[in-house]
């Protein structure tokens, strides 16, 4: 099945849910919103009956995963370049190439970061389960439709070679870094740094 339109619903509402106001997303409401992402992110029927309820149950996910990380204090999600390298956040991706699949994998390295913090109870901005739950996304993106992102070919190959973990944790440092340069060394434990998207 093509993931088109999953992607294209993915992107559209994690570029659009930081403009819509609605209440607030409890952690229940995440963890169920992971269930569904997993559940039918890589375009099979487990989880629905139709290629559209997949894709309409990704969107919802989508979105609640996005709003929980933006507004929670239970989770720390860094999406800066350093943790999201495929996917500019304070740019966009709508002219990037093979926006839809980046669309798709922010919302998958979104699912894994949140449900690994919310298991463990333990605010962590590292991005390693989140790069882990994108690259399972990827590989089955590359599969089905033979789509190549060079930002997530990179992570790929370090998985690959089990160097995953610790380019994370390198990531993380850098990312500390680029905060504590723009907003001095307190800013790494605010609140207000639970999205990160630093230049």
């Known amino acids: 099945m093509p993931l088109t339109l999953l992607r294209s619903c993915a992107a559209a509402l994690l ?3 930081p403009l819509c106001a609605s209440e607030t997303v409890t952690r229940e409401q995440a963890l169920d919103a992971v269930r569904v992402f ?8 487990t989880g629905t009956a139709t290629p559209q309820q997949a894709s309409d149950a990704v969107a919802k996910a989508s979105n609640t995963l996005l709003r929980f990380a933006l ?11 350093d ?10 991706i709508a002219d990037m190439t093979h926006s839809g699949e980046r669309g798709l994998l922010l919302a998958a390295y979104l699912s894994g970061s949140v449900k690994s913090q919310l298991q463990s109870g333990r605010r962590d901005p590292n991005p390693y389960a989140g790069w882990t739950a994108m690259l399972r996304v990827y590989r089955a993106m590359k599969v089905r439709e033979d789509v190549a ?3 997530a070919e990179v992570l790929l190959a370090k998985q690959r070679d089990g ?3 610790a380019f994370a944790a390198e990531a993380l440092n850098r990312s500390k870094d680029k905060l504590s340069r723009a ?7 605010t609140p207000q740094t ?3 998207s630093v230049p």
């Open 15 to 17: 570029l659009a849910a």
């Open 38 to 45: 997993d559940a039918n992110a890589l375009g099979n029927l």
């Open 71 to 81: 507004d929670s204090d239970d989770v720390v999600v860094d999406l800066g370049m």
């Open 83 to 92: 943790s999201v390298p495929w996917c500019d956040v304070k740019r966009g």
């Open 149 to 151: 992102v060079p930002e």
């Open 163 to 165: 160097t995953l973990e």
């Open 183 to 189: 907003y001095g060394p307190g800013a790494q434990s």
């Open 194 to 196: 639970a999205v990160t």
